[in-house]
């Protein structure tokens, strides 16, 4: 298991901003993920985080607009860019160690609003 | 590519009466994860099946996978408010650790 500390818990932000999301967690981990909830919805992953390495982004998800970056085996940060209020959403990270059959460890999610 | 379909959408159980959720995968599941979360909230991991056939417990909420490894349900006896909330399957996509996820199914407790 992990503990995942992700910051901020919520924000709400004014559009044509950028706002960076931290996800901090608290062992080494090898394999580091970013989605978005949008209301109501499921999950949908918007890139893996590579230490050392660029992202790998999913379809529908460019780096201009979702920079990630990976330093080290605890943390990452996503940064939404030039926000518009169809970047609400709930962002969350989530985290799981290699091996068959690990589930994914997830923070409590940032919850954005933007105006 | 594969799809999860979870059933029902959503669900309104009067306190202390039994409730199952599915979850149905267009092909053979490797890995399926359970996982609940509260209302804005994070995902709180709860179960993961690999076996066809198997099944495993945790207080009062059961989880199995069929035979053909193609459903699974969850199951909670005697529910309670605490499991108020809303709950997803995740099947591994045999991609980088990546998952599949169904579209939840939300749980109403009415006291």
């Known amino acids: 298991s992990a503990v995942i500390s992700q910051k901020p818990s919520r924000d709400i932000c004014q559009r044509g901003t950028s706002l960076t999301i931290q996800c901090q967690v608290d062992?080494?981990?090898?394999?580091m993920f970013w989605y978005r909830q949008q209301p109501g919805q499921s999950l949908t992953l918007i890139a893996t985080?590579?230490?050392?390495?660029?992202?790998?982004?999913e379809s529908g998800f460019v780096i201009d607009k979702f920079p990630i970056s990976r330093p080290n085996l605890t943390f990452s940060t996503l940064t939404v860019s030039n926000m518009s209020p169809e970047d609400s959403s709930i962002y969350l990270c989530?985290?799981?160690?290699?091996?068959?059959?690990?589930?994914?460890?997830f923070g409590d999610g940032t919850r954005l609003s933007i105006l | 590519s594969q799809e999860l379909e979870q059933s029902p959408q959503s669900l309104i159980v009067q306190e202390g009466k039994n409730l199952t959720i599915n979850c149905t995968s267009s092909?053979?599941?490797?890995?399926l994860y359970w996982y609940k979360q509260k209302y804005g909230e994070g995902l709180i991991f709860l179960m993961m099946?690999?076996?066809g056939g198997e099944e495993k417990s945790h207080e009062k909420i059961t989880a199995k996978l069929d035979e053909k490894k193609q459903q699974s349900s969850l199951h909670i006896t005697a529910s309670q408010p605490s499991h108020a909330g809303i709950y997803l399957c995740?099947?591994?996509?045999?991609?980088?650790?990546?998952?599949?996820w169904g579209a939840g199914t939300k749980l109403i407790i009415k006291p």
């Open positions: 995740g099947a591994d996509s045999g991609s980088n650790y990546q998952l599949i």
């Open positions: 092909k053979t599941l490797y890995g």
């Open positions: 099946l690999q076996k």
């Open positions: 062992s080494q981990v090898t394999m």
């Open positions: 985080a590579n230490q050392g390495s660029e992202a790998t982004y």
């Open positions: 989530s985290v799981t160690f290699t091996g068959a059959g690990q589930p994914q460890h």
